[in-house]
């Protein structure tokens, strides 16, 4: 099954369908899952970017089955080098933020939240692209609920940065700090 496992990822594409039945075949073999992470999470991997892509989708439909993985993910997450890897992991980032604000949704510890506040600003200071620095900014933003320091730290972030960049991440820079300045 590992080859099976491999060869589906190898021949997957950042096509959304693709994505999507990519995840729908992990969901189904939950037992695969281990195997899929491993292969998202090793950097050195030819297709860890191709598994990070479906990975997004794992965690957008059944996130629950992604907590087990959340103190190794932490530790992945500043490794990340490869923009196509970037996107995919912040947006995860923001789906554990928003979800450990829901009363029922997951319950990540003090030091994964730490952690992981402590990744995406680095996301946002670094050289990314806009998509990331948006669902970093989003993730920040819910983890900002629970910690002040947080949204004082995101401004400060985002309006110095505010001028350096194209218009879309101007537009959602200025959504943002409507939001924090209210």
Known sequence: MKTDLVAKISQSTAHRKSRVSLSNFIIRHENLLNEFIEIAFDIENENHV?????????????????????????????????DSAIRPATKICMFLAKSNHRKNGISLTQEQEHNLIEALIDRLIQDEKVAAKVYAMKALFVFGKKY????????????????????AYQAATRNLLKKLNK
């Not at 191709?50 to 993985?69: D, N």
């Not at 949204?151 to 940065?161: A, C, M, P, V």
């Open 50 to 82: 191709k598994a990070f892509w479906s990975l997004e989708i794992v965690c957008e439909k059944k996130l629950k089955l992604f907590v087990p993985y959340i103190d190794l993910f932490c530790e992945v997450l500043p490794k990340l080098k490869v």
């Open 148 to 167: 002040d320091w947080v949204h004082e730290e995101l401004k400060t972030i985002i309006s110095q940065d505010y001028s350096n960049h194209s218009a």
